[in-house]
T-cell receptor, first 114, second 112 residues
């Protein structure tokens, strides 16, 4: 089954404790992206990657890091999480011809940073 | 930067009525315009994608139009059903097709 898998689905942690949210896709997609969703602000793009070793900032990259060492994985790293990063996070992927093909989304990761 | 707006924020209709959802964007040099559905506690499901060279796309009861000159896209859902209740989001990219801006969404309730 074609899917985008995020782990963990839920996490409660404390300020300053480094965490990684993993994202994996099994569709051989070149493009992957991370978003956060907050009430009243909608979905905002954090980082995206057009291919392996190619990453670019979205609209809200501050406080986040990403890496794309393999095509299927695109982890989101919070080096020193803060309460304002409490949010619902989504990973998405799309084929290289992203202009013509829609994005596939994971089920989301709900992060609470105390 | 592409700005995407959806009005209204919420909509309630009786079953059987046609739904019309609006999306406006600021940059007419748009690569594509996508419509998504989001159910509570779930991720987004792609409904329709309209490329910049297209005027509309159709899938079953869904039809989406794109008017770049006016900066608008409209999603029509014919003969609405209670199962259509969800939040509908539109998203567009300009400048770089990888950089996507979302509208805040329209929450739809279809009452039996």
């Amino acid at each position: 089954e074609a899917q985008v898998t995020q782990n963990p689905r839920y996490l409660i942690t404390v300020t300053g404790k480094k965490l990684t949210v993993t994202c994996s896709q099994n569709m051989n997609h070149e493009y992957m992206s991370w978003y956060r969703q907050d009430p009243g602000l909608g979905l905002r793009q954090i980082y995206y990657s057009m291919n392996v070793e190619v990453t670019d900032k979205g609209d809200v990259p501050e406080g986040y890091k990403v890496s794309r060492k393999e095509k299927r994985n695109f982890p989101l790293i919070l080096e020193s999480p803060s309460p304002n990063q409490t949010s619902l996070y989504f990973c998405a992927s799309s084929s290289r011809t992203g202009r013509e093909q829609p994005q596939h989304f994971g089920d989301g990761t709900r992060l609470s940073i105390l | 930067k592409q700005e995407v707006t959806q009005i209204p924020a919420a909509l309630s209709v009786p079953e059987g009525e046609n739904l019309v959802l609006n999306c406006s964007f600021t940059d007419s040099a748009i690569y594509n315009l996508q419509w998504f559905r989001q159910d509570p506690g779930k991720g987004l499901t792609s409904l329709l994608l309209i490329q910049s060279s297209q005027r509309e796309q159709t899938s079953g009861r869904l039809n989406a139009s794109l008017d770049k000159s006016s900066g608008r896209s409209t999603l029509y859902i014919a003969a609405s059903q209670p199962g259509d209740s969800a939040t509908y989001l539109c998203a567009g990219s300009a400048g770089s097709w990888g950089k996507l801006q979302f509208g805040a969404g329209t929450q739809v309730v279809v009452t039996p």
